[in-house]
Antibody, heavy 119, light 105 residues
Framework: QVHLVESGGGVVQPGRSLTLSCAAS????????MHWVRQAPGKGLEWVAV????????YYADSVKGRFTISRDNSKDTLFLQMNSLRAEDTAVYYC????????????WGQGTLVTVSS | SYELTQPPSLSVSPGQTASITCSGD??????ASWYQQKPGQSPVLVIY???RRPSGIPERFSGSNSGNTATLTISGTQAMDEADYYC????????FGGGTKLTVL
């Protein structure tokens, strides 16, 4: 069955960088768009970014554009999120999620990894 | 940027029908999806492409979308349906509604 496991979260100071990973299994990784979605404590869901099949196309939320970079390694079935210039408002649980090929709705989610930006 | 608006909360008695709305400009022209999230858990897709249910989602969950409003309907609401519900749509980016806390009491 489909499994998505995030890692790399932790406490980081404002202005610093952090990279999240998401290990995928149970499906043909390269055949699906992959997304990052975040949820600040006690708040709603916020889409962060998507990367399409071979990684050539990427789209970002305005709130992270220019600071975050999504990438994927299809040889290792792994999704990444490089986060630079982190701010307190980036504090959230970060989920990786797989969407359908036919549309960007998320039928599989990881368990999430918590990123806390604090001095 | 596109926005989706949901009521913050809704209360329903067990066995009754819960209707959660999601409003956006010409939302009926877009795909709408719905997620259920219980405390401490990842979201679960309950409706996609406006009215389709993923496998394993009970038939009491249904969806519709017309004009400026998408609606998630839970018929015969059960205590286990108490959760936060989020609507979502997409084009070149993904947008979530702010979420509705459904209380079953």
């Amino acid at each position: 069955q489909v499994h998505l496991v995030e890692s790399g979260g932790g406490v980081v100071q404002p202005g610093r960088s952090l990279t999240l990973s998401c290990a995928a299994s149970g499906f043909t990784f390269s055949s699906f768009p992959m997304h990052w979605v975040r949820q600040a404590p006690g708040k709603g869901l916020e889409w962060v970014a998507v990367i399409l099949y071979d990684g050539s196309n990427k789209y970002y939320a305005d709130s992270v554009k220019g600071r975050f970079t999504i990438s994927r390694d299809n040889s290792k079935d792994t999704l990444f999120l490089q986060m630079n210039s982190l701010r307190a408002e980036d504090t959230a649980v970060y989920y990786c999620a797989r969407s359908y090929s036919s549309g960007w709705y998320f039928n599989f989610w990881g368990q999430g990894t918590l990123v806390t930006v604090s001095s | 940027s596109y926005e989706l608006t949901q009521p913050p909360s809704l209360s329903v008695s067990p066995g009754q029908t819960a209707s959660i709305t999601c409003s956006g400009d010409n939302l009926g022209d877009r795909d709408a999806s719905w997620y259920q999230q219980k405390p401490g858990q990842s979201p679960v897709l309950v409706i996609y492409q406006t009215s389709r249910r993923p496998s394993g989602i009970p038939e009491r969950f249904s969806g519709s979308n017309s004009g400026n409003t998408a609606t998630l309907t839970i018929s015969g609401t059960q205590a286990m349906d108490e959760a936060d519900y989020y609507c979502q749509t997409w084009d070149s980016s993904v947008v979530f509604g702010g979420g509705t806390k459904l209380t079953v009491l």
